[in-house]
Structure formats: C-alpha cells, structure tokens
C-alpha cells in the first residue's frame, strides 16, 4: 500500500491532508494514530477508494485507485478485510450469518463456507453465539462480529478503523490475536486509532501519526524498505 503526495479537502473546511506519503510493505503491520477528527477515517476511506484524493496517489496491490473503474474498485474491496467505526453488521441476523456474508459474496461453495465460519468463530471464542441474533449482543460482542466478518475471508488487506473502541478487554484481547494470525499468513494491517491501545496491542510495529495534513512515519531500528 503506498499513498504518494495525498492532498484532500472538503468543500467549506480547512485541508484534511496537504502532502501525505506513507508505504506500507506487504505482510507489514501498520499504526496510524493522531487526535480526534484530524483525518485518521478520511484515510480509511481513501485507502478503499470510498473517497477521491484532489492531489497525489494512492495505490493498492500496484494498482492506481484513480484509475480503476467502479466495478474494479468494488472487486478490490471485496478482497480485503474492513472494519469501519460503525459496524454495520446485520441487526435482524445471526451471527453465524452476518460472518458468513463475505463468503457467499465471493461465491464460496456453502459446505466449505461453513466449515470456514465454524473455524473463525471458534478462534473469535463465538462458536456458542452462531445462532445467536445480533440485535441480542452487547456493543462489543457486536464489533467482535465485525472483525471475524472481515477476516472470513483471508483478505490480502485488512484496514480497519478504531477497531478496538468501545470493546471489553477480554473481547479486545480475542480481535488482536486473530489479526496476529492474520498477519502471519500475510496479510497487511494498516489500522488507526489511540496510539497507547495500538501500540501495546502490537508492540515493534511500524506507527505514523497525522501532523498538520502529513503522516509522519516512525520505523523500527531494524526496519529493510520492501
């Protein structure tokens, strides 16, 4: 993922980014911190081709989001995990049902699916909660749905947004784990939120903060550009 020179404004307000440019090597977990309202969600959506850059680039899987269609801007999606800061998970439905969903919009057989929600559920620790309708769920239990939802899939690219809010510790504990697990099968994190719960979550990792309209990057001593 690489966003080279990202200028965004909206209409009536001031310059949410005036030069951002980060790289995130692939299989590379990514931190991106900065005070409420700075712009941490417009990144968010930018990396998803949700919203336009007016100035620069940002590219996904070498691929220019400005150039893509509407419909390859759509497959792109459906290849990679997002957790948004509503979670936006099917009320009227179970949870076995709402984590199913990626799977059956990418066509997987239903008897592999189901093997496969069984397996991420287990390692969310809501395998007694499949039959369980969402509505019926705590707030936290309810962004827990979301994360496993959006790593069903083994996406390429799990971009999240304050992931972590508002959950129990206990739940916190479980979503961490999974994209640690994630992560070692290659996915890419590129998550946002409160730079203290980010960073003890996932300790040594690379951080950026948004500053006056730029993502000032902190690397490790070790780190090798990809």
């Known amino acids: ?35 409420a309202g700075v712009g941490k969600s417009v990144f968010v959506r930018l990396l998803l081709g949700l919203e336009q850059p007016d100035g620069g680039q940002v590219w996904i899987e070498n691929r220019n ?13 459906r290849r990679t995990g997002i957790v948004l800061q509503e979670t936006r998970i099917l009320m009227s439905e179970t949870v076995g049902a709402n984590v199913a969903l990626p799977l059956e919009i990418i066509g997987m057989e239903p008897s592999v699916a189901a093997r496969r929600v069984r397996s991420i559920l287990r ?16 707030a936290s239990r309810r962004k827990l749905v979301a994360i496993a939802r959006a790593t069903v899939h083994d996406p390429f690219l799990l971009i999240a947004d304050e992931p ?4 129990d510790e206990p739940d916190v504990r479980k979503a961490v784990e999974a994209m640690k697990r994630l992560n070692m099968s290659g996915t890419t994190l590129v998550l946002t939120g409160r ?32």
């Open 1 to 35: 993922m690489r966003c080279y020179h990202v200028e965004k404004e909206f209409r009536g307000g001031p310059k949410v980014f005036t030069d951002a440019t980060v790289h995130v090597p692939r299989s590379a977990v990514f931190l991106l911190s900065g005070p």
């Open 65 to 77: 989001l400005r150039r893509l269609s509407a419909q390859d801007s759509a497959r792109l999606r």
């Open 123 to 138: 390692s969310f620790g809501l395998e007694y909660r499949d039959s369980v309708v969402c509505r019926n769920l705590s």
């Open 164 to 167: 972590f809010e508002g959950m």
């Open 195 to 226: 730079v203290d719960t980010l960073g003890e979550a996932f300790p040594g990792c690379r951080r950026g903060v948004i500053v006056d309209g730029k993502i000032e990057e902190e690397r490790p001593a070790d780190w090798i550009p990809a």
